[in-house]
C-alpha cells in the first residue's frame, strides 16, 4: 500500500527555516518522480519544486527559488524540502506527492499524496 507521510510543519516567525519531511512507504522513492506541493487558504494548489527520479535534477518555483532546497534519502525512503529565509506569503499547507514518470508542475499528474502539514510563518 502506497503511503507518504509528511512531517516538521509548524509556526515559525519571518525569516526563519523548518525543514519538511515526507516518508514513503510501499514503493521506493527514487523509482518516481517526487513533488511539494502547497495550498493557502482561499488560493488554488501550488506547484512547489520537483526532483526527478533518475538523475535527481531538481526545479523551483520563482517563488521558493533560492530559498527552498529539496532533497532525498533513498536509504531512508524519505523527501524533505528545506525551507530558509521564510515569508508570511509561504504560509500553507505542504503536500508532497509522487508521480512514476518524470517531473510535473501540475498537481494533475501526480498519482500519490500525503496528508500535508501546516506551515505558518508569522511577520
Known amino acids: 500500500q502506497v503511503q507518504m507521510v509528511e512531517s516538521g510543519g509548524g509556526l515559525v516567525q519571518a525569516g526563519g527555516s523548518l525543514r519538511l519531511s515526507c516518508r514513503a512507504s510501499g514503493f521506493a522513492l527514487d523509482d518516481y518522480a517526487m513533488g511539494w506541493f502547497r495550498q493557502a487558504p482561499g488560493k488554488e494548489r501550488e506547484w512547489v519544486s520537483c526532483i526527478s527520479r533518475s538523475t535527481g535534477m531538481t526545479y523551483y518555483s520563482d517563488s521558493v527559488k533560492g530559498r527552498f532546497t529539496i532533497s532525498r534519502d533513498n536509504a531512508k525512503n524519505t523527501l524533505y524540502l528545506q525551507m530558509n529565509s521564510l515569508k508570511p506569503e509561504d504560509t500553507a499547507v505542504y503536500y508532497c506527492?509522487?508521480?512514476?514518470?518524470?517531473?510535473?508542475?501540475?498537481?494533475?499528474?501526480?498519482?500519490?499524496w500525503g496528508q500535508g502539514t501546516q506551515v505558518t510563518v508569522s511577520s
Open positions: 506527492a509522487a508521480r512514476y514518470r518524470s517531473c510535473s508542475i501540475r498537481g494533475s499528474d501526480f498519482g500519490h
